[in-house]
């Protein structure tokens, strides 16, 4: 299967698979431009972060948990348990720790993703 | 240097004290120590000597720790006696026959119970209550009699009589004085008691003088008394009060008290110098003292006397608070008010059964003294109050009346000084408790008995530990709350009692009528185990997808790198050769690293998400099931060899332990449950460890229950004894479910054990005995479990859509890079994250 990729604003996105594909309040990983990135269903919302948990080094954090604390939507990290704000990727646990995140847009039903993650210090790959 | 010879006559509760505090002070460098011991056993829990009618075992009772003396190099004479004492040559010559030399002697002989002069007291059928061999002896007899008689109505008489209506003999109790308890409690106070313990079915006979005990053919048939009454009976236990073991003392020309006894000093020095008295042999100030408590103490000031220090005998306090036959009595200070000037104020309510008196001084400042019958849960502070001499609230009479609108409330526990002592039965002070609380940040009453000891008594100052706990916790900001989490204002249990009465079948349902928000990685698998627990549906159903842990989420046990262990049931650990094979096979076929666990069955790791279904496929093809090692619920019931094979078993251990598994297999409860079945009492399987044991006995089966490995192993609480496997099997119904229904997130059964009121008489009571009537419910929520159980894996392999969820990329058939092995010893290992980085495989793009 080839990624399917876009260009909307003058940046790469790509169409990872339809917002059906994923079961409300959990997440998927996705394989994009040799990235993974964790595709997540909070609500009506859609997040994607690295998937890259910076504490375990393991690639697991779309397996996590989802949720909120106070309102924020936030995944727990598998491993240990750390948990990520879903809309920033700050760590909620840490505050010197922050995973990437990417733009997310929902078109006729797809999930589509934009390839490079959001500049700024993040601790992911 | 050569070594004195110290001997101890007598290893009773105070003898054992005193050599075990010998040994702390490692005194053994100085003295050759020997013991006698008259029993046939070592020094055991006399105290709770009826615990052994109970189904204790005598190994239970013991407080010697196996090859204790031994090892510590003290000589034992066991069921040696020691006969006289040879002052002038300072040898103590036993009914064996040995003559054994001492520098130092001392005497922990103990008391004798006191058989009144009745004539007939010989007949068989009659019995003292004293001694492991005197309660097998009872025992032996009431299982052929329907009635039976304890004569005098103290607190050993009373303990006698639950023990013979446990028994299901017609119980009658007989005392000489004009109410039960004399000693301890006051005309108003044995009134209540009398009530309630008549209530129970118990007959009490009250200013009756036994004056003959008549047999026929040697048998006892009946007692008749001064008045002309006469009680028909087949067993009289003679419980009228005890005397102490002086003999010894008495022959060999020491001074004995007027009342019995060996008289000692404050040293515990007797009239010899190289003569130490201690416990219920010893006559202190005029006295001899039958409970343990002063006993302890003298075993503490005679090992100073001993070391050269200097520490004195005081004025024992004589407090106690017991629970007899369900009723509960205290005592405390100066119980029936004799300091001249004292006063008194009591309350008696005969409707609920309670009577409470204090005793007050002159001025009505300080408290002297009290009865408490029927409620005594002020006990510990009102016994503080006395000790303390703590200036009393204006009304003092408050402090027993029912708590009315504007009454004074008990100055609270943390009011008191740090000195005040909390435990009595642990000597635990207030102010250790508080330091536990706040240096180690204990925060539940489990802990706190853990870390101080206190409340592992007799257990009546856990209500205080309570209070100290929310004290110092909402000192340190912390709120004792056991509400699962932001998003539900609920204990776990009262959710769990919701859920199910309720019929709420999905986590939206319950967080919408009984929460808020939309929950998080704490309350959404708690709720996910619940809901298993109690309608057992598949917990990849899309409702519940998203509630699920990190194990449970792709029925598999994570890794650290990501990748996950797979683990197929093995009930029982039994294998055979061709499910090795296959096991072996599939491991290989899917290149997993393969280990054998704890628990005897076979680990395979190293598999990747997408893997786990295609494993599963061998798997269920080779006939294994789900070992559900990935979720908070029935591991394995290990088992030993058993009769089958083993020369020792007395049970088939094996396929007890197989029939067990494959019942509960599936459970799902608020942490793991482990288990074993032994088939004799070698114990091979380790049953003492586990949430449930079993132990085979020769006419059936032992259980244990509430034992735990980990990071505080602590071993399981004997429960019943030579069950039927039907019968077992519908106590461990009972059992689970109970702990499924009532226990924290993530409380094991150890903990939650710890944290119940009343311990294993409390379980006993509801699981048994059906005390809060539940019983049946219990029974049939678990046969929902067990009739509705069907392995989720090979449910998952039917189910295209579940099937969907294990793959790595949802948008590309890639395997996870990520996962990276280097060879280990036969096998390989995943490789650490310096490792990779180290690019020994292409990572990530940048």
């Avoid at chain 2, 052929?144 to 005098?152: C, L, N, S, Y």
């Avoid at chain 2, 005397?243 to 020309?253: F, I, K, V």
């Avoid at chain 2, 042999?281 to 503490?300: D, I």
């Avoid at chain 2, 509400?483 to 999905?506: D, K």
Wanted: hydrophobic letters at 40%; charged letters at 25%.
């Amino acid at each position: 299967m080839t990624a399917i990729a876009l260009e909307l604003d003058g940046a790469p996105w790509e169409d990872v698979c339809a917002l059906d594909d994923i079961v409300p309040w959990t997440g998927v990983c996705a394989l994009i431009a040799g990235r993974q990135v964790a595709i997540v269903r909070a609500g009506d919302a859609v997040y994607a972060l690295g998937n890259l948990d910076p504490f375990s080094k393991a690639y697991v954090l779309s397996r996590g948990v989802v949720g909120d604390r106070g309102g924020i939507p936030k995944i727990a990290s598998p491993i240990f348990k750390q948990t990520f704000d879903l809309r920033t990727g700050q760590c909620l646990d840490n505050p010197a720790v922050r995973v990437p995140t990417h733009e997310v847009r929902i078109e006729r039903g797809r999930i589509l993703v934009r390839r490079e993650p959001r500049p700024g210090d993040h601790d992911g790959a | 240097m050569t070594k004195k010879n110290l001997v101890v006559v007598g290893n009773g509760m105070v003898g054992h004290r005193f050599l075990e505090l010998l040994l702390e002070h490692g005194e053994t460098e100085r003295w050759n120590v020997v013991t006698f011991c008259e029993e046939p056993r070592l020094a055991y829990d006399r105290v709770n000597l009826t615990s052994f009618l109970g189904g204790k075992s005598p190994a239970e009772l013991s407080l010697v720790a196996p090859r204790r003396y031994e090892d510590a190099g003290v000589t034992v004479h066991l069921g040696d006696r020691a006969a006289v004492i040879d002052r002038q040559r300072k040898r103590v010559l036993s009914a064996e026959g040995r003559g054994i030399p001492y520098d130092v002697l001392v005497l922990a002989t103990g008391s004798a119970p006191l058989v009144p002069p009745i004539p007939g007291r010989d007949a068989w059928g009659c019995f003292v209550y004293r001694t492991i061999d005197d309660l097998k002896r009872i025992r032996l007899w009431a299982a052929q009699i329907q009635t039976g008689v304890v004569i005098g109505g103290g607190l050993l008489g009373l303990e006698a009589a639950h023990a013979l209506t446990r028994m299901g003999l017609e119980t009658h109790v007989v005392e000489f004085a004009p109410r039960l308890m004399a000693m301890q409690i006051d005309e108003g106070g044995a009134q209540i008691l009398r009530c309630k313990i008549e209530a129970l079915g118990v007959s009490v006979h009250t200013g009756k003088n036994t004056t003959r005990i008549v047999s026929r053919g040697g048998r006892v048939t009946e007692i008749r008394f001064a008045d002309g009454g006469v009680l028909s009976t087949e067993m009289v236990v003679f419980s009228a009060g005890i005397s102490a073991r002086d003999e010894l003392a008495r022959n060999a020309g020491l001074e004995v008290g007027e009342r019995g006894g060996i008289v000692v000093d404050e040293r515990c020095r007797t009239s010899d110098p190289d003569i130490l008295a201690i416990g219920e042999c010893a006559s202190y100030r005029g006295r001899t003292y039958g409970l343990v408590g002063p006993g302890y103490q003298m075993a503490r000031i005679a090992v100073s006397t001993l070391t050269g220090g200097d520490d004195r005998l005081g004025v024992f306090d004589m407090s106690t608070k017991l629970k007899l036959m369900g009723v509960e009595v205290a005592s405390f200070g100066d119980a029936h008010g004799t300091q001249p000037g004292s006063r008194v104020v009591a309350f008696t309510d005969a409707i609920s059964g309670v009577y409470k008196k204090l005793v007050l001084s002159s001025d009505r400042q300080k408290l002297l003294g009290g009865v408490l019958v029927g409620e005594a849960s002020s006990y510990g502070q009102l016994l503080s109050l006395t000790q303390s001499r703590a200036a009393l609230p204006p009304r003092p009479e408050q402090l027993i009346l029912p708590r009315l609108e504007g009454g004074a409330a008990l100055p609270g526990v943390d009011g008191l000084p740090d000195g005040a002592t909390i435990c009595t039965c642990q000597n635990v002070g207030k102010g250790v408790i508080c330091k536990a609380i706040r240096s180690q940040e204990l925060t539940s009453v489990g802990a706190v008995k853990a870390a101080t000891t206190a409340g592992t008594g007799c257990g009546s100052c856990v209500p205080l530990l309570n209070e100290l706990l929310a004290c110092e916790m909402k000192r340190a900001g912390k709120k004792v709350s056991r509400n699962l989490c932001e998003h539900f204002p609920h204990s776990r249990q009262e959710l769990f009692h919701l859920l199910r009465v309720q019929g709420i079948r999905s986590f939206d349902e319950l967080i919408g009528k009984h929460g808020r928000g939309h929950g998080c990685e704490v309350c959404k698998p708690a709720v996910a185990s619940m809901l298993s627990s109690t309608w057992n549906e598949h917990v990849l159903e899309d409702r519940h997808l998203g509630l699920q842990d990190t194990n449970d989420r792709f029925l598999a046990n994570i890794q650290r790198d990501g990748s996950y262990s797979v683990v197929p049931r093995v009930p029982g650990g039994e294998i055979s050769p061709e499910q090795l094979i296959a096991l072996g096979w599939i491991a290989r076929k899917h290149g997993l690293y393969s280990k054998i666990t704890g628990a005897q069955r076979v680990d395979l790791f190293g598999a990747r998400l997408e893997q786990l279904p295609h494993i599963w496929r061998d798997l269920v093809a080779a006939g294994f099931e789900s070992g559900h090692a990935y979720g908070k619920a029935l591991r394995t019931v290990k088992s030993c060899v058993g009769s089958t094979w083993c020369r020792f078993g007395v049970q088939d251990s094996v396929s007890f332990a197989i029939r067990l598994e494959n019942r509960y297999k599936g459970l799902r409860a608020p942490h793991k449950l482990k288990s074993a079945v032994s088939g004799c009492a070698r114990e091979c399987a380790e049953a003492q460890g586990k949430d449930f044991g079993v132990i085979a006995t020769e006419k059936g089966y032992n259980l244990y229950l509430c034992g735990n490995g980990g990071m505080k192993p602590q071993h399981a609480q004997l429960f019943a004894i030579d069950l039927d496997e039907d019968t077992l099997i519908r106590y461990l119904d009972r059992f689970l479910m109970f702990y499924v229904r009532t226990a924290d997130r993530l409380q094991r059964t150890a903990a939650w054990f710890n944290n119940l009121e009343g311990g294993i008489e409390y379980l006993r009571q509801v699981l048994i005995e059906d005390s809060i009537g539940i019983c049946a419910e219990l029974e049939s929520d678990m046969a929902r479990i067990v009739d509705s159980y069907r392995c989720e894996w090979r449910a998952t392999l039917e189910d295209p859509v579940k099937l969907a969820r294990f793959r790595t990329f949802v948008n590309s058939p890639e395997p996870d890079p990520s996962l990276v092995r280097l060879p280990q010893r036969a096998q390989h290992r995943p490789a650490t994250w310096e490792e990779k980085q180290l690019n020994l495989v292409p990572q990530e793009a940048e």
